[in-house]
């Protein structure tokens, strides 16, 4: 299992991608798909696995089930609930060099067709990311979405916020006070 080095003795560790991500928790917004694609090359570069999902079609729970399942290589005992989600996401294949991430495209489609379920998810996601943490694994979720304003609830005891690059919202090309 690999651990961050210890940043006081190695000062390049802060400005990981992984390492800026994670102090904020598991997931990271994102808006502008170039800032997203950069940063999916970074994590493989550093010997992440990727898993990408779309959730532009998905309008119901079964439809982000049976995507989550054939994405990331469930087992057949899955079923469409949120308790086989959590287990099976407890056991996702999450190597110790580099780690795993799920990368969510058009995440506000699904959350404005399901919101209690797409915040249950990424709580799910959080709370299970910092369980493999405990263990030297990294687990992340990029959640990119087409809506530069949208939010969620706090996941994990944490906020759900955007990434770095995007932070303030004229990142994200917004005018401040709109």
């Given at each position: 299992?690999?651990?961050?080095?210890?940043?006081?003795?190695?000062?390049?560790?802060?400005?990981?991608?992984?390492?800026?991500?994670l102090?904020?928790?598991?997931?990271?917004?994102?808006?502008?798909?170039?800032?997203?694609?950069?940063?999916?090359?970074?994590?493989?570069q550093?010997?992440?696995?990727?898993?990408?999902?779309?959730?532009?079609?998905?309008?119901?729970p079964?439809?982000?089930?049976?995507?989550?399942?054939?994405?990331?290589?469930?087992?057949?005992?899955?079923?469409?609930?949120?308790?086989?989600?959590?287990?099976?996401?407890?056991?996702?294949?999450?190597?110790?060099?580099?780690?795993?991430?799920?990368?969510?495209?058009?995440?506000?489609?699904?959350?404005?067709?399901?919101?209690?379920?797409?915040?249950?998810?990424?709580?799910?996601?959080?709370?299970?990311?910092?369980?493999?943490?405990?263990?030297?694994?990294?687990?992340?979720?990029?959640?990119?979405?087409?809506?530069?304003?949208?939010?969620?609830?706090?996941?994990g005891?944490?906020?759900?916020?955007?990434?770095?690059?995007?932070?303030?919202?004229?990142?994200?090309?917004?005018?401040?006070?709109?």
């Open positions: 299992m690999i651990f961050f080095k210890r940043p006081n003795k190695q000062p390049g560790e802060r400005e990981r991608l992984d390492w800026r991500l102090e904020r928790g598991a997931i990271a917004l994102y808006y502008k798909s170039t800032v997203l694609t950069q940063d999916i090359a970074w994590f493989r550093h010997g992440y696995t990727i898993h990408e999902l779309d959730a532009v079609a998905w309008t119901a079964a439809a982000f089930h049976a995507d989550a399942k054939r994405v990331l290589d469930f087992p057949a005992h899955y079923t469409a609930n949120l308790a086989s989600w959590i287990d099976c996401l407890a056991e996702l294949n999450v190597p110790d060099e580099g780690g795993a991430v799920l990368v969510f495209r058009h995440y506000d489609a699904f959350a404005r067709a399901e919101p209690q379920l797409a915040q249950t998810i990424l709580d799910s996601i959080e709370t299970t990311s910092r369980r493999f943490l405990m263990t030297g694994r990294r687990l992340l979720a990029l959640v990119q979405s087409d809506d530069p304003r949208i939010r969620f609830e706090r996941v005891a944490l906020p759900v916020t955007w990434n770095p690059r995007e932070w303030l919202d004229a990142d994200r090309g917004l005018r401040s006070g709109g």
